[in-house]
Structures are given as structure tokens and as C-alpha cells.
T-cell receptor, first 111, second 112 residues
Framework: GQNIDQPTEMTATEGAIVQINCTYQ??????LFWYQQHAGEAPTFLSY????GLEEKGRFSSFLSRSKGYSYLLLKELQMKDSASYLC????????????FGKGTSLLVTP | DVKVTQSSRYLVKRTGEKVFLECVQD?????MFWYRQDPGLGLRLIYF???????EKGDIPEGYSVSREKKERFSLILESASTNQTSMYLC???????????FGPGTRLLVL
């Protein structure tokens, strides 16, 4: 099994940078995902890391360290529309294609 | 664009009723998933399927069953709905050659 931990809530200011951390413990690992979910809507895919290092995609970047069981999502130049829940998910080895999700981090961006 | 649709956005049922939640995807994806999402508990996997007529239990299958008769359709069945099954139900699909899961809009089910 695996435990996936991420902070419950974070607050940041418009225009700033925020880092959302995710730690996991798993008996086998086959990739880590970040999803964004606005209130009342479905999760949408943000990023996927399977190798160590940083993946950059516009204002969003995601980092993975497999040896430390650690990932973070970095959001730059925050906008009000970035207020949402951010879900960290791990694809364990031998899970088929199923994902295990963390409980999500609710990010509030303030003016 | 991948499209995953679910039969209802909101549903109200009575305790003991049989409930069908339908999910359809139009991208010829092999894999389909059913999750429920509850405050403070996050997304939890109920069942998934990686081929027609195949099904695998997720973390919380009790009280649920599924059906996958066609590749594009994955149904979640609550044989006898109970109040603790009040939740948001999310369907997702993915291709075996690409890792990303795509989600439907969700069905908010209330069991009275």
C-alpha cells in the first residue's frame, strides 16, 4: 500500500510563487501525477513525473525525487483562477493503470 | 479532445433502491475507473476495468458492482443504496499507451 501526504490548505497572494509538497510511501512506484480540481468540477491533468527531476509546463512545474518519496508542484505568477484543489496521485507498480490519490491541497489565492 | 460523459450530474434516490451510474468515453480507451470523492477523504477507487468484461476491485468495492459490456461504457451499480453512499462519483478513462486519466464531470448522488 501507500500513504500519500500533502498539506490540507494553503494561501498565497496573486502574482506570487507557491510550492505544494507531496510525500508518498509505496512498495513500488510507476509514476506521480498532479491534478487540478476547481470546486464542483472534475479533476484535470496538470503533470506527470516518472523520472527524477523537474518538468516545466508554462507557469506550472513539477519535481520528483524517487529516492526521497517526494514531489512538489510549483505555481508561478499566481492568478486568482489558480484557486483550486491540487491532487497528488501515485501509480503503484503492479496496480494496472489505477492511481492512488492524496486528499488534496486546497489553495486560496488572495488579491 | 477526450470526452468522458456521465449520465447525470445530480441524482436523488431512496435507501434500498438500485442505482445505475453510467459513464461513456469517446476515445477508445482501454481503461476505465470509478471513484468516489468525499470531503476530507479525497478520491477513493471503487472499481476499474482494463478491458471489456474485465473488472478489478479498487480500495472500497463493498456495496458496489460494475459492468463493462462495451469498450466505451462502464457502469457503476449500487445494488441497494444506503445513506453512506451519498457522495460525488467520478468516472475516468485512460489509454494503456498514455498514463493520463481523464475525468468525467461527476455525479452527485444523494441517498435519502
Amino acid at each position: 500500500g501507500q500513504n500519500i501526504d500533502q498539506p490540507t490548505e494553503m494561501t498565497a497572494t496573486e502574482g506570487a510563487i507557491v510550492q505544494i509538497n507531496c510525500t508518498y510511501q509505496t512498495s513500488g512506484f510507476n509514476g506521480l501525477f498532479w491534478y487540478q480540481q476547481h470546486a464542483g468540477e472534475a479533476p484535470t491533468f496538470l503533470s506527470y513525473n516518472v523520472l527524477d527531476g523537474l518538468e516545466e509546463k508554462g507557469r506550472f512545474s513539477s519535481f520528483l525525487s524517487r529516492s526521497k518519496g517526494y514531489s512538489y508542484l510549483l505555481l508561478k505568477e499566481l492568478q486568482m483562477k489558480d484557486s483550486a484543489s491540487y491532487l497528488c496521485a501515485v501509480r503503484p507498480l503492479n496496480s494496472g493503470y489505477a492511481l492512488n490519490f492524496g486528499k488534496g491541497t486546497s489553495l486560496l489565492v488572495t488579491p | 479532445d477526450v470526452k468522458v460523459t456521465q449520465s447525470s450530474r445530480y441524482l436523488v434516490k431512496r435507501t434500498g433502491e438500485k442505482v445505475f451510474l453510467e459513464c461513456v468515453q469517446d476515445m477508445d480507451h482501454e481503461n476505465m475507473f470509478w471513484y468516489r470523492q468525499d470531503p476530507g477523504l479525497g478520491l477513493r477507487l471503487i472499481y476499474f476495468s482494463y478491458d471489456v468484461k474485465m473488472k478489478e476491485k479498487g480500495d472500497i468495492p463493498e456495496g458496489y458492482s460494475v459492468s463493462r459490456e462495451k469498450k466505451e461504457r462502464f457502469s457503476l451499480i449500487l445494488e441497494s443504496a444506503s445513506t453512506n453512499q451519498t457522495s460525488m462519483y467520478l468516472c475516468a478513462s485512460s489509454s494503456s499507451s498514455q498514463e493520463t486519466q481523464y475525468f468525467g464531470p461527476g455525479t452527485r448522488l444523494l441517498v435519502l
